[in-house]
């Protein structure tokens, strides 16, 4: 692979560690840790941090310290900080990146390991642009022609399968039913992201894939949306909440509330999460990422970034992320011809370089990139990541907040608590074993989410792909603009506060109708308690 240099202080990102002043703790005052109520635990006792300061979201858990895995959570931050690059992996544990990826390193996604900033252009070498291009036909399904999550970056001499110098963001006022004012006077601003890529931006054809058939789309029937990144922490207590919690929970939101037909259906799921082509196929719900996408967290959101975001292959996956369709294209280009044994000299095998391009491009037997020990202790460091404990629950305002948090419905979706299992660790790649004591463990933990884990709609304008969102979780989303300089909310980032997110959610059709109806007809103070509750949580 092209041989790129870049100055990476692996070494330090290490030997680094967190330190916070007396005013970054939580200040119990004359209350010893013990007294506190339940709720202060976000993460029950394992898995709560009480650092506030800018690197709160960045904090071991006690499931790391119990378990002597500090060192490995310490490996495992560096590859999410660290930068790769496209040299030989065995000359740097950062190499192995290309042809195709979508960052050069994971922060650069979640700054402060939290969730995405608004942008108003798509550059991915900006710090802090979490977003992902949602590339559908009107139909909404995925382009094939395209990745799931499309790429834009590409090594020489391949091209990118869409160049992002050409997408435009544009962002857009909207006024509500209500004139974006509450009853009172008092007034707010929503926007929404409106996405624009030119045909010329295409490198590859623009196609879909149903029912076996590969059918040409045309582009004026491209629909392109963001998705942005979501914080990181606790994911490892989500992944812990035993599936028959989860199935219970659809149960009893089925009795009264519409749920997304793809996923559950007359008190039974209708589809799982299964992997057959790492694993055996083993079924379980989905719980992460906006649309359902990913079940256990040993196959979730990390665990395939760490090799799709920069296409970096390991023991289990030594192929591309990447579709048959670019492979083609890349193969018939004659400028990638022209040069492509000049950087891939050991690929010269039939000598046909169409033949050699491709089954470059589609191998399923690539070098290994990246270590099986790095990739364990980049999931220690996943698993391990604490949530902030919630602050100010004490505080008057806080907890007027809360009482009408519940009285006027939100908590119907965003759910307080759950109580994690036994949390035996199912890994659908099968690299973990059952119970694995490589990881981080959160057995019977109370835990404050706020977050039912299920989807609903809220018919935003230029809503999500197909309409349909799991409920985001609130813990420690009130840190936002301490920990990564920014507040925004939302799956794509328009809201820029609580009071934008909570009035997204207000469309005549949206699930959450009621409530909003409910908040409008609160003083000004009490929603501001509310909100205070929201950033308290």
């Not at 790429?151 to 509500?176: G, H, K, M, R």
């Not at 059918?215 to 942005?228: F, G, P, Q």
């Not at 950087?343 to 099986?372: C, H, Q, R, W």
Request: proline residues 5%.
């Amino acid at each position: 692979m092209l041989k790129f240099r870049c100055l990476f202080f692996f070494s330090v990102i290490f030997s680094l560690l967190t330190s916070c002043s007396d005013d970054d703790i939580i200040d119990d005052g004359d209350k010893d840790s013990t007294e506190l109520s339940a709720e202060w635990y976000t993460g029950g006792q394992l898995g709560t941090t009480f650092n506030i300061s800018s690197s709160a979201y960045e904090q071991p858990s006690h499931a790391i310290e119990n378990s002597g895995l500090e060192a490995a959570f310490k490996s495992g931050e560096g590859f999410f900080e660290g930068i790769f690059v496209t040299t030989d992996p065995n000359e740097s544990p950062m190499g192995g990146l290309g042809p195709l990826w979508l960052r050069t390193s994971c922060i650069a996604c979640h700054p402060g390991y939290g969730h995405g900033k608004r942008q108003t252009e798509y550059d991915s070498n900006v710090t802090g642009n979490g977003y992902l291009l949602v590339i559908t036909d009107n139909t909404d399904t995925y382009l094939s022609s395209l990745t799931g999550m499309p790429q834009t970056q590409a090594i020489e001499p391949f091209s990118p399968p869409v160049d992002e110098s050409l997408i435009t963001i544009s962002w857009l006022s909207y006024n509500d039913e209500w004139g974006n004012a509450f009853p009172d006077g008092e007034t707010y601003d929503l926007i929404y992201p409106e996405v624009t890529i030119p045909e010329e931006a295409f490198y590859v054809p623009l196609e879909v894939t149903k029912d076996n058939v590969t059918y040409t789309v045309a582009h004026s029937d491209i629909r392109v949306r963001l998705e942005s990144t979501i914080g990181i922490y606790g994911s490892g207590l989500l992944d812990a909440i035993p599936d028959d919690s989860l199935k219970a929970q659809y149960v009893k939101e089925s009795a009264h509330a519409k749920l997304n037909p793809a996923f559950f259906a007359d008190g039974e799921w209708v589809k799982q999460y299964k992997n057959t082509r790492q694993g055996d196929g083993e079924q379980h719900p989905y719980r992460f990422t906006y649309g359902l996408t990913r079940g256990p967290l040993q196959d979730g959101p990390g665990a395939n970034a760490i090799w799709n975001i920069f296409n970096l292959t390991r023991n289990n996956r030594r192929y591309h992320y990447m579709t048959k369709t670019y492979a083609v294209k890349a193969s018939q280009d004659p400028n990638v011809q022209a040069k492509f044994y000049s950087y891939f000299p050991e690929y010269y095998v039939t000598g046909d370089v169409k033949t050699d391009i491709y089954n470059y491009l589609m191998s399923d037997s690539l070098p290994v990139e990246l270590a099986d020990d790095d990739y364990s202790d980049f999931m220690v460091w996943h698993r391990g990541l604490a949530v902030p404990a919630a602050r100010d629950l004490d505080d008057e305002e806080v907890q007027l907040g809360k009482q009408l948090f519940t009285e006027i419905g939100c908590s119907s979706c965003h759910r307080p608590s759950w109580t994690t299992g036994d949390d035996n660790v199912y890994d659908p790649n099968l690299f973990y074993s059952r119970g694995d004591t490589r990881l981080p463990r959160y057995p019977n933990q109370t835990i404050w989410p706020y977050s039912d884990l299920v989807q609903h709609r809220l018919y935003m304008e230029n809503n999500i792909r197909t309409g349909w969102c799991r409920t985001t979780p609130l813990w420690g989303r009130g840190l936002s603009q301490i920990c990564t300089g920014a507040a925004d909310r939302l799956h794509d980032c328009r809201a820029r506060n609580v009071i934008e997110a909570i009035m997204w959610h207000g469309n005549p059709k949206s699930d959450a109708r009621w409530a909003i109806e409910n908040f409008r007809e609160l003083s000004s103070e009490e929603r501001d308690a509310v909100v205070a509750f929201i950033n308290a949580i």
